[in-house]
DNA sequence: GAAGAAAGTTAGCCTAGGCTAACTTTTCGT
DNA sequence: ACGAAAAGTTAGCCTAGGCTAACTTTCTTC
C-alpha cells in the first residue's frame, strides 16, 4: 500500500529537499546527510528528521546511518522541479540578470508555476532564443528597433 | 522610536495581507477583519492576531474594536506588492493563461520576484504588447512568423 | 584493532501562522 | 432603548520546519 494517501502537494521545504538529492545523486552518485545539509544551508539534525518524513511519505527509501535512494514517485518530483528551477532560470537569464538575483528569484518562484505556465514559458524562452535583436532591446529597456531604420 | 530595527523583509503571508488591506481601503474606503478574512479565506481570529503583529511592526495604526490605517510603511509595502501581482498577471495573460492558473501562480511568485527581475519584466511585456504576431506564435507554442513569408 | 574524527540521530525547544471555541463589543432592527 | 446578530477578540491548540546540545554510529588513521 502507498505510504501516504491524500497526497497533498509537496511544500517548497519538499521541493528544495527532493532537488538537492537529485542533484547529489547525479554529480556524486549519492546524497548524504551531511551534503544536503551544506547545500541547504541548514542543519544536519533538520536533514536528518525531513529524511525521516520523505521516507514516511514515500518519496524515498533511507536505512538509518546508512544512505537512502529515491523511489519512483520522489524522482519523479525530484526531476520535476529540477526542471522547473532550469527553465526559470533559463528564463531570466535571457532577460540579462545576474546570477545571484537569478538564484533568489528562482528559488521562490520555482514552486509556483503550474505546469500551464511552464509550458507558456519554455514557448516564450524558446521564441525569444531566436530573436536576439528584440531581446537586446528587452535587456535595455528599450523599444526593440523593428528592424534597424532608427540606431 | 521606530517599532521594529532589524526589519527583516516581509513574509509572503504580510504581503498578502497587506495587498487585501489596500484593495479593500481603495475600494471599500476601510479595511475591516471580517472582509479581510473573506478575501484570504482565512479566520477572523487569525486576522485580528495578524494585525497585531502589523500594528507592532508599525506597518499599519490599529484600534481595537475599531479599524486600522496603513501607516506610510505599510501603505508603501502594500503598494510595491501590488504592482508586483499586477505585473506578473499582465504578463502571465500576455502568455494566454487560464485566469484562475494566472492567479494561483501570481499569488505564490509574486512574493520572490527582486526589483530587478520586476524591471526586466516589465521592459519585456512593454516589448511583447508591441508584437502581437509573436505573441501568437508564443501562445499556440508554434515559431513565430518573422514576417509573412510562410503561411 | 583501538581511538579520535566525522557523520548521523535524538530530544527538546522555538517561531510563524494557521485553527476552533468561548467571550466581548458594536451595530442594527424594531 | 434594548435584545439579537454581527463583528471582533482572546485563549488554547496544532503543524511545518527550523535550531542546539548531547548522544551514537561509522569511518579513518595509526
Ligand atoms: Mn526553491
Ligand atoms: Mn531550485
Ligand atoms: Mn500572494
Ligand atoms: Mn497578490
Known amino acids: 500500500m502507498p505510504p501516504k494517501s491524500p497526497k497533498r502537494p509537496a511544500s517548497s521545504a519538499v521541493e528544495d529537499y527532493l532537488e538537492q538529492i537529485l542533484e547529489l545523486i547525479n554529480t556524486k552518485g549519492y546524497a ?5 545539509a551544506g547545500r541547504l544551508s541548514i542543519s544536519q539534525a533538520s536533514v536528518t528528521n525531513m529524511v525521516q518524513k520523505l521516507d514516511a511519505d514515500g518519496l524515498l527509501k533511507y536505512e538509518k546511518y546508512r544512505g537512502l535512494v529515491l523511489t519512483t514517485a520522489g524522482e519523479e518530483l525530484a526531476r520535476n522541479i529540477t526542471h522547473r528551477h532550469q527553465l526559470l532560470t533559463d528564463f531570466l537569464q535571457l ?6 538575483v537569478i ?8 514552486h509556483h508555476v503550474s ?12 521564441h525569444l532564443k ?12 528599450i523599444p526593440a528597433t523593428r528592424s534597424r531604420r532608427n540606431f
Open 95 to 100: 532577460l540579462g540578470l545576474a546570477p545571484d
Open 130 to 141: 531566436r530573436r536576439p535583436a528584440l531581446l537586446r532591446g528587452i535587456r535595455s529597456g
Open 32 to 36: 548524504r546527510v551531511v551534503d544536503i
Open 103 to 110: 538564484h533568489h528569484d528562482v528559488e521562490g518562484m520555482e
Open 115 to 126: 505546469p500551464e505556465t511552464v509550458h507558456a514559458i519554455e514557448s516564450l524562452t524558446s
